[in-house]
């Protein structure tokens, strides 16, 4: 399935950049899949995995705080546009811990997904519907300053 020639590969300035892309993503992912797809994001600690969620959870009308599952392995959000369950599998020692914690019912079920660290998943986890990739990168003509970092971003619909 084409992405959208406008969100292949992106620079994203900052933080609110990278919420913006959220949106984007957001109308992308519903337009081709509806209201159920599997998204995972790739990218090291710091990236920004957990800024898009929060710019796609804004676009179901989400105001409350979008945290990291980093340590809760599975942070759910209920809207009255439906459900995305967040997904940090980085902590996980064996795929074999998900079928234990019962995210085989969620990934049953309706809802989006979003799977930092799917690798961890590997052999278990439901194949993607959209990969996101994101990465810290430096500016041309900077000194590399930590505050003038970007983050790139590419996205291949599957």
């Known amino acids: 399935m084409p992405v959208p020639d406008e969100m292949r590969n992106r620079v994203l300035a900052d933080e609110d950049a990278t919420v913006a892309f959220g949106r984007e993503l957001h109308d992308a992912v519903r ?21 898009l969620v929060r710019g796609f959870l804004r676009m179901m009308n989400h105001v409350g705080a979008v945290k990291s599952p980093t340590y809760t392995l599975l ?35 309706p809802g989006y997904k979003f799977v930092e660290w799917p690798e961890q998943g590997t052999g278990w986890l439901p194949p993607a519907n959209v990969e996101v990739s994101l990465s810290l990168h430096k500016p041309a003509n900077t000194a590399g300053d930590a505050q003038q970092m970007q983050r790139e971003v590419r996205v291949r619909f599957v």
């Open 75 to 109: 942070e759910p959000y209920r809207t009255a546009c439906g459900d995305v369950f967040h997904f940090d599998l980085y902590r996980l020692k064996s795929p074999d811990e998900l079928e234990f914690l019962g995210f085989d019912e969620i990934f049953a079920g």
């Open 31 to 51: 337009q081709y899949f509806g209201d159920t797809a599997t998204v995972y994001l790739h990218g090291n600690l710091g990236a920004g995995k957990t800024t």
